[in-house]
């Protein structure tokens, strides 16, 4: 890192009881290391499939060590995906802040919201979290993805989204 | 007599199998079972059109369809975006038209009237037009006559035609459909052409020189060949450009033989580009085109209203974005210009591809490959030259872009259209101090450019990605 920027990326840490961006909750850490795990398949298959034409060794000695990289990366990814997202919801709408090497903040104005779709899968139900899409109108942007909010969180936010006066009369 | 053409609109995509089996099959009688499903078909589709009505409400229209299973639509006035009107050869020989009516998204047309007379077509567009947007005095005659913006004479249309690389997706169809129909045809080809040019050259001792000059004039024959096709489509499809406004429709006519007449709200426009490349700047000219709401589809991509100006000169662009923006400043005064070391993080794939071509052609080639290094000041030139004329622009209406050297475009849209925003930084762009923003509108196709302001100094971006953010919010959504 070279400069140290305060203007992007929230205060990890210090000044958190002033910082209105709000992180993940920490149990949602589980799902997204369990999402990374899922690297391991290609990184296992290339591999193996490589050594099987190009006749170099068996192929069933680097497939799983080739997954146990993959799945190492990703749950390491995953863990770094979950530290670096946070939210923010005020009054003009709603943000989005994602990664650390990569940084992208998505701003939804609150009068550009269309429709909200909230989806919980089995294991986001049995740890309480929920993903929240936001969809616009847009087209390359039209839908921004919250994963893994907390439960109560994501249904204050999609009540607070879905409340906008719907001014299209004409 | 309307059954006629849905008939034939039904046959029509069965002739070619058909008569390829006839001819091409083996006389086994077993061949022509398909006939039946065919005429299956065509007795479902008639009994739809038979069954196809609409009929017109206070403030909508209302369409009963289906065979079996009835169902009315209705469909309010004021969400039909898009009107268009198609008249192939055979409608426009017996005066008839056919109607498609679209609202925004949605991947087919809200109504489709196969065959109307010409003069309900032109009603029923009117109707649109008046409902739409004046419910309030339905009675007050508003004036019918529009004003014309733009026309095209066939020698611009020419012009549009050396522009565009239309030809090279005839040239690719043909060809595509010549190794379809024998498949040894191509490879034929080529190979006599390459018997003729090297058989030639080798009893004659042909020098490099001639070599190239052989080689030269066969690139020029084919780019020869790729104007006049480009030439002979855009005046097949836009010969008789007319842009008209009526009321706050604007409507576009165009078409040699088939002719399309597209209409939609000036309020439905979402965001503009407009485009000079290098042979239109040749020419002097450009072209001005917007999207709207009314979802593209690849099989169908004249669905829209989407060039208001296939070819016209840069002033005549400027006086139509200002008649039709009447509140924004177009063109704009002063352009911001982007981060000073922009041009560097511009030039940078640039760089990396000339390296790795410079690394490839040497190793094929020995020490020889090394002149693919020229590569690398050129991309720098470009880069540079590209950066001293990019620039964005931000009003109380209008937010745009500028960008390109060669070839230039200028992408903008007014705030109240704008939907998400997208700030980006990368490793690279944090090490100068730059971001980029991302501007998302309705609308704009996969291929479309994007509306998108890169490589500003971090602080500029972070202030313009806030008051966007608001004004916005406070705009409500329009059209």
């Known amino acids: ?170 | 007599m309307s059954w006629l053409f849905v008939l034939i609109q039904q046959l029509k995509q069965f002739i070619v199998p058909l008569i390829a089996l006839l001819i091409f099959g083996q006389g086994d009688r077993n061949e022509l079972w398909p006939l039946i499903g065919v005429g299956v078909l065509a007795v479902v589709s008639l009994w739809q059109y038979f069954t196809y009505r609409y009929r017109i409400a206070d403030d909508s229209l209302i369409i009963h369809s289906g065979v079996l299973q009835r169902s009315a639509r209705h469909i309010p006035f004021a969400r039909i975006h898009n009107v268009a009107l198609h008249q192939s050869l055979l409608h426009r020989m017996f005066g008839v038209a056919e109607v498609r009516l679209e609202s925004a998204g949605g991947q087919k047309p809200e109504a489709q009237m196969r065959v109307l007379t010409l003069a309900d077509a032109l009603a029923l567009e009117a109707l649109v037009r008046r409902r739409g947007h004046a419910p309030a005095n339905v009675g007050d005659a508003q004036p019918e006559t529009g004003t014309l913006l733009l026309q095209l004479p066939p020698a611009e249309v020419v012009r549009l035609g050396l522009v565009s690389n239309r030809g090279l997706i005839v040239l690719g169809g043909a060809f595509a459909a010549a190794s379809q129909f024998s498949p040894r045809l191509l490879p034929n080809m080529f190979e006599r052409w390459g018997k003729t040019l090297f058989g030639y050259a080798g009893s004659h001792q042909f020098d490099t020189a001639q070599y190239a000059l052989a080689a030269v004039s066969f690139v020029l024959a084919f780019v020869l060949l790729l104007r006049l096709l480009s030439v002979a489509l855009a005046l097949l499809q836009y010969y008789g450009f007319r842009l008209d406004e009526i009321g706050h429709r604007l409507t576009v006519e165009r078409g040699l033989l088939t002719r399309l007449r597209t209409s939609a709200s000036r309020r439905r426009i979402q965001a503009w580009t407009l485009r000079e490349g290098l042979v239109h700047r040749l020419l002097k000219r450009r072209s001005l085109q917007v999207d709207t709401a009314v979802a593209e589809q690849h099989d169908q991509p004249q669905r829209g209203l989407r060039e208001l100006a296939p070819i016209a000169t840069a002033p005549q662009c400027d006086a139509l974005i200002a008649h039709l923006l009447p509140r924004a400043q177009w063109p704009p005064d002063q352009w911001q210009q982007l981060h000073p070391r922009a041009w560097w993080r511009l030039a940078l794939p640039g760089v990396l591809l000339s390296m790795l071509l410079t690394a490839g052609s040497s190793w094929y080639f020995g020490p020889w490959g090394a002149l693919a290094l020229l590569w690398l000041p050129w991309s720098l030139h470009s880069a540079r030259q590209h950066s001293r004329r990019a620039g964005y622009v931000l009003d109380a209406t209008l937010v745009g872009v500028r960008e390109g050297w060669w070839s230039r475009h200028w992408r903008f849209a007014e705030i109240d259209k704008l939907q998400a925003l997208r700030w980006t930084q990368s490793p690279i762009d944090r090490r100068y101090g730059m971001a980029t923003l991302w501007l998302d509108t309705t609308g704009a196709g996969a291929l479309a450019l994007p509306l998108r302001i890169r490589h500003l100094p971090e602080a500029q971006a972070r202030a313009l990605f806030a008051r966007l953010g608001t004004e916005i919010a406070r705009r409500p959504l329009r059209g």
Do not use: N
């Open chain 1, 1 to 170: 890192m070279h400069a140290p920027d305060v203007s992007s990326g929230p205060p990890t840490g210090s000044s958190a009881a002033a910082d209105p961006w709000q992180p993940l909750p920490a149990r949602a850490r589980l799902l997204f290391v369990l999402g990374g795990l899922t690297l391991a398949i290609p990184f296992a298959i290339a591999p193996a499939v490589l050594a099987e034409v190009f006749d170099l060794t068996t192929p069933w000695l680097v497939g799983p060590f080739g997954g146990l990289l993959g799945a190492v990366l990703g749950a390491w990814l995953g863990i770094k995906q979950h530290r670096y997202t946070w939210w923010l919801l005020d009054d003009d709408g709603f943000s989005l802040r994602r990664g650390r090497l990569w940084r992208s903040e998505t701003r939804v104005p609150e009068s550009r919201v269309q429709h909200l779709d909230l989806k919980r899968g089995p294991l986001q139900r049995r740890y309480r979290l929920a993903t929240l899409v936001i969809h616009t109108a847009g087209t390359r942007h039209s839908a921004v993805t919250v994963p893994c909010l907390d439960e109560g969180d994501a249904e204050r936010l999609r009540d607070r989204l879905a409340r906008q006066v719907d001014g299209d009369d004409d």
